[in-house]
């Protein structure tokens, strides 16, 4: 249950907000919905899960669920929707969720009784049962989205070590103390799982790696810069040694570690998120962040970053909607909205993409009884920041609609 | 409903691989785009879809384009024999990944070589008719009568 009851009178429902932005692709508007408020599914659905075909359980940095409920859902038109890394239906409670149920022998999103779109599960890839030779299972080690491998290496992060230091969105921390992961994977396991997924045709388009930040080490992240050098490394011989479709999310390093990465590894494209687009917020929600580095510091790597990845291989993503998290927040969605794409703007011009994720308000955070913002808001951040980068004619190949799938806005960008 | 809208002679002239396929789209600003697509073919459920090799292609923009906003795109047919068929189709999804993916991926590597595939278009035919020269001709001179030079029509002028 939402809550607030009576949430739908106090802002556009999703066919108003689809007619009132005729030039946004509905089905991009659906998955932000969606998204936004989760998805529960009825047995119907439940009982057309194949679970040797679909994607049920999942370990990755956000998620540890071993349940026989669809990871998450694909849209016709290829659009993913990421509901299920950080579980489902009560794990969204500031709205009701959408539910996903069979009608006439379709799996469709159905809310408040009406078939809004026609949806399909995620399928599980080949290598999700294997084992590696240290017996661990691969599922495990590497988290798949329909095209992509993900790894998270450090499954804790350091910042929840300090009190106070946690972005307060995140559940990392949450969701590590809940289950039985190990804080730190293994390499050898990583890379063997890569290989094995790497043989199946026609499947992964790209390799991702992220996780808690490691803040040890010679230097403030060494730790954490060795820790992906070493996977990377192993990921890259796979590769002949050259350069392949990757993408790492990592703390923001320094020009001379931004450098090793690059020089040391296979790599092609790198990310640090801001989270949040504002320099007093980004100290409010992200207090480790703005302790080790700060805000400009951060922007100030970021544009490092694309120096040695190039423009177009570097990006910073946010965690849209925190930005209007109360009492500090922003008190409208109006100025919101205008503040945070005119620092995309400024960001984007240095060459760095910024992409937005939608915010989910999840029992394990700090944030648990914020409410998101309305589905107009999302859009018009979407269609903003998109039209930014075609402003500065920076592509978003890195994280397209196929690889994350997290990001209405590089939606948008497929036309 | 589908066998109905592509008939015989439109099923025999897909399945024939010297029937050359165009397909045409509009995007968003409005401009039409065709390009020769001669992977399209029949499905097993009465729809087509062809093999999309390159993911920026305008034809893939387009057909994004299309199915989010319920557009449709014209499908043209000339067969060898020169008899030509038009087919008015709706983009229904886009296979991109998974089981169904991974076969037409497989099929396409092992004919063409080492070529990479984006996207597999599935496209629902909603109307079709034949194009052929002599086909439009009679059915024009018997629908419009009207519209026709006087000099072919006279008894004494030829
Ligand atoms: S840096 Fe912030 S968002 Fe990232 S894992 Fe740590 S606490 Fe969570």
């Given at each position: 249950?939402?809550n607030d009851?009576?949430?739908?009178?106090?802002?556009?429902s999703?066919?108003?907000?689809?007619r009132?932005?005729?030039?946004?692709?509905?089905?991009?508007?659906?998955?932000?919905?969606?998204?936004?408020r989760?998805?529960?599914?009825?047995?119907?659905?439940?009982?057309?899960?194949?679970?040797?075909?679909?994607?049920?359980?999942?370990r990755?940095?956000?998620?540890n669920?071993?349940d026989?409920?669809?990871?998450?859902?694909?849209?016709r038109?290829?659009?993913s929707?990421?509901v299920?890394?950080?579980?489902?239906?009560d794990?969204?409670?500031?709205?009701?969720?959408?539910?996903?149920?069979v009608?006439d022998g379709k799996?469709v999103?159905v809310d408040?009784?009406n078939?809004?779109?026609?949806?399909s599960?995620w399928?599980k890839?080949?290598y999700?049962e294997?084992?590696?030779?240290?017996?661990?299972?691969?599922?495990?080690?590497?988290?798949?989205?329909?095209?992509?491998?993900c790894?998270h290496?450090?499954?804790?992060?350091?910042?929840?070590?300090?009190p106070?230091?946690?972005c307060?969105?995140?559940?990392?921390?949450?969701v590590y103390?809940?289950?039985?992961k190990?804080?730190?994977l293994?390499?050898q396991?990583?890379?063997e799982?890569?290989?094995?997924?790497?043989?199946?045709?026609?499947r992964?388009?790209?390799?991702?790696?992220?996780g808690g930040t490691l803040?040890?080490?010679?230097n403030?992240?060494?730790?954490?810069?060795?820790?992906?050098?070493?996977?990377?490394?192993?990921?890259?011989?796979?590769?002949?040694?050259?350069?392949?479709?990757?993408?790492?999310?990592?703390?923001?390093f320094?020009?001379?570690?931004?450098?090793r990465?690059?020089?040391?590894t296979?790599?092609?494209?790198y990310t640090?998120?801001?989270?949040?687009?504002?320099?007093s917020?980004f100290e409010?929600?992200c207090p480790?962040k703005?302790a080790?580095?700060?805000y400009?510091?951060?922007?100030n790597?970021?544009?490092?970053?694309?120096?040695?990845?190039?423009?177009g291989n570097?990006?910073t993503?946010?965690?849209?909607?925190?930005?209007?998290?109360?009492?500090?927040?922003?008190?409208?969605?109006?100025?919101?909205l205008?503040s945070?794409?005119?620092?995309?703007?400024?960001?984007?011009?240095?060459?760095?993409?910024?992409?937005g994720?939608?915010?989910?308000v999840?029992?394990?955070?700090?944030?648990?009884?914020?409410?998101?913002?309305?589905?107009?808001?999302?859009?018009?951040l979407?269609?903003?920041?998109d039209?930014?980068?075609?402003?500065?004619?920076?592509?978003?190949?890195?994280?397209n609609?196929?690889?994350?799938?997290?990001?209405?806005?590089?939606?948008?960008s497929?036309? | 409903?589908?066998s109905?809208?592509?008939?015989?002679?439109?099923?025999?002239?897909?399945?024939?691989?010297?029937t050359?396929r165009?397909?045409?789209t509009?995007?968003?600003?409005?401009?039409?785009?065709i390009?020769?697509?001669?992977?399209?073919?029949l499905?097993?459920?009465?729809?087509?879809?062809?093999?999309?090799?390159i993911?920026?292609?305008?034809t893939n923009?387009n057909l994004?384009?299309s199915?989010w906003?319920?557009?449709?795109?014209?499908?043209?047919l000339l067969?060898?024999d020169r008899?030509?068929?038009?087919?008015?189709?709706?983009?229904?999804?886009?296979?991109?990944?998974?089981?169904?993916?991974?076969?037409h991926?497989?099929?396409?590597?092992?004919?063409?070589?080492?070529?990479?595939?984006?996207?597999?278009?599935?496209?629902?035919?909603v109307?079709?008719?034949?194009?052929?020269?002599?086909?439009?001709?009679?059915?024009?001179?018997?629908?419009?009568?009207?519209?026709?030079?006087l000099?072919?029509?006279t008894?004494?002028?030829?």
């Amino acid at each position: 249950m939402s809550n607030d009851r009576n949430w739908r009178e106090k802002e556009r429902s999703l066919s108003e907000v689809i007619r009132k932005y005729p030039d946004v692709s509905p089905f991009v508007i659906i998955k932000t919905d969606v998204q936004r408020r989760g998805v529960l599914y009825t047995e119907k659905a439940l009982a057309a899960v194949d679970p040797d075909i679909h994607l049920t359980k999942l370990r990755s940095d956000y998620s540890n669920k071993e349940d026989l409920t669809p990871v998450s859902l694909t849209m016709r038109d290829g659009t993913s929707i990421n509901v299920g890394d950080e579980g489902s239906g009560d794990a969204h409670s500031d709205r009701d969720p959408y539910q996903v149920d069979v009608v006439d022998g379709k799996i469709v999103l159905v809310d408040e009784g009406n078939v809004i779109e026609e949806v399909s599960y995620w399928e599980k890839p080949d290598y999700y049962e294997k084992v590696t030779s240290r017996g661990t299972p691969m599922w495990h080690v590497v988290s798949p989205r329909p095209q992509r491998l993900c790894i998270h290496p450090h499954q804790q992060c350091d910042f929840w070590k300090t009190p106070g230091y946690g972005c307060k969105f995140c559940t990392m921390s949450a969701v590590y103390h809940a289950g039985n992961k190990p804080e730190l994977l293994n390499t050898q396991d990583i890379v063997e799982t890569v290989a094995e997924a790497l043989k199946e045709p026609g499947r992964n388009v790209n390799i991702f790696l992220t996780g808690g930040t490691l803040r040890g080490g010679k230097n403030f992240l060494d730790e954490e810069l060795d820790c992906y050098i070493d996977i990377l490394a192993g990921i890259t011989r796979l590769f002949g040694g050259k350069r392949f479709p990757s993408q790492l999310i990592s703390t923001a390093f320094s020009r001379e570690q931004l450098r090793r990465l690059h020089d040391s590894t296979g790599l092609a494209s790198y990310t640090a998120d801001l989270e949040v687009l504002n320099k007093s917020l980004f100290e409010w929600i992200c207090p480790g962040k703005a302790a080790t580095i700060g805000y400009e510091e951060w922007k100030n790597r970021l544009y490092e970053a694309v120096e040695i990845f190039g423009r177009g291989n570097v990006d910073t993503g946010i965690v849209a909607g925190v930005e209007l998290a109360q009492p500090n927040g922003f008190q409208t969605e109006e100025e919101a909205l205008e503040s945070t794409l005119s620092e995309a703007d400024e960001i984007s011009s240095h060459g760095v993409g910024v992409v937005g994720c939608v915010w989910k308000v999840h029992p394990g955070s700090v944030f648990r009884k914020q409410t998101s913002p309305s589905l107009e808001y999302y859009v018009r951040l979407a269609r903003g920041l998109d039209q930014i980068r075609r402003k500065y004619n920076l592509s978003i190949d890195m994280d397209n609609y196929r690889r994350c799938g997290n990001h209405p806005d590089t939606d948008l960008s497929r036309i | 409903m589908m066998s109905a809208i592509l008939g015989e002679e439109i099923k025999r002239a897909l399945a024939d691989p010297g029937t050359v396929r165009a397909v045409a789209t509009v995007g968003k600003d409005g401009a039409p785009h065709i390009a020769f697509k001669q992977s399209l073919r029949l499905r097993g459920d009465g729809n087509l879809e062809y093999d999309e090799g390159i993911e920026t292609s305008q034809t893939n923009k387009n057909l994004v384009y299309s199915i989010w906003f319920g557009k449709t795109v014209s499908i043209s047919l000339l067969t060898p024999d020169r008899c030509g068929y038009n087919i008015v189709g709706r983009p229904l999804r886009v296979l991109i990944a998974g089981r169904e993916f991974r076969t037409h991926y497989t099929a396409a590597r092992e004919e063409r070589g080492d070529i990479d595939l984006s996207a597999v278009w599935v496209i629902e035919p909603v109307a079709s008719y034949e194009q052929s020269f002599d086909k439009r001709r009679q059915e024009e001179e018997a629908a419009h009568p009207l519209l026709q030079h006087l000099d072919r029509l006279t008894v004494t002028g030829q």
